[in-house]
């Protein structure tokens, strides 16, 4: 990645994509990145549109909002629909869930869709961290932070209850992420 990365993770409430922000930013901290992230939410807390964005820089961040993303993580189409838009082109990376959302075609950026909500119910049997299988996904494909930062900061943020199962879903969407590229 770049000097500076922007990331929006998005989908509606409900689906941990604060959470997944959180974890990302988190994570870039550990790699010894600069970090910029905010959150923003439909008026309803589920069900409703809301994304994460993350901003992980080798330099300190003058401006923490992200105006064109590097990278979109769209969870719902809902999602899809309203960032697809707000991509650098070119150089953009879409990754979408593809159990959830129907691309576009003849975008300027390269987009790779996932069975990630269908991956966590088939083999963690809970969709509640299909969240994690995409930072999992994320990972693998762009090397967006390392994989020992992202396993510690899930064992930072989650709770020990859920550590376990989180832990599992990162590395099955690592599986999907390289079954995704080759």
């Given at each position: 990645?770049g000097?500076?990365?922007?990331?929006?993770l998005?989908g509606y409430?409900?689906?941990?994509?604060?959470l997944a922000?959180?974890l990302?930013?988190?994570?870039g901290?550990?790699?010894?990145?600069f970090v910029?992230?905010?959150?923003?939410?439909?008026?309803?807390?589920?069900?409703?549109?809301?994304?994460a964005?993350v901003v992980?820089?080798?330099?300190?961040?003058?401006?923490p909002?992200?105006?064109?993303?590097?990278?979109?993580?769209?969870?719902?189409q809902?999602?899809?629909?309203?960032y697809?838009?707000?991509?650098?082109e070119?150089?953009?990376?879409?990754?979408?869930?593809?159990g959830?959302?129907?691309p576009?075609?003849?975008?300027?950026v390269?987009q790779i869709?996932?069975?990630?909500?269908?991956?966590?119910?088939r083999?963690?049997?809970?969709?509640q961290v299909?969240?994690?299988v995409?930072l999992?996904?994320l990972?693998e494909?762009?090397?967006i932070?390392?994989l020992?930062?992202?396993?510690k900061?899930?064992?930072?943020?989650v709770?020990?209850?859920?550590?376990?199962?989180n832990?599992?879903a990162?590395s099955a969407?690592?599986a999907?992420?390289r079954?995704s590229?080759?």
């Open positions: 990645m000097e500076i990365t922007e990331v929006r998005s409430g409900g689906q941990g994509v604060v922000g959180l990302l930013g988190a994570a901290v550990l790699d010894g990145r910029a992230g905010s959150n923003s939410y439909g008026a309803q807390a589920r069900g409703s549109g809301c994304k964005e992980l820089s080798a330099f300190p961040i003058d401006f909002h992200i105006t064109k993303a590097d990278i979109l993580v769209a969870m719902s809902g999602a899809y629909d309203l697809y838009r707000d991509m650098k070119g150089s953009g990376l879409i990754l979408y869930d593809s959830l959302v129907k576009r075609e003849g975008l300027e390269k869709g996932l069975p990630v909500t269908e991956s966590a119910v083999k963690l049997a809970s969709k299909a969240n994690i995409f999992g996904a990972t494909i762009t090397q932070v390392s020992p930062s992202l396993r900061a899930i064992r930072e943020h709770s020990e209850r859920f550590q376990s199962l832990l599992k990162l969407g690592m999907l992420g079954k590229h080759g």
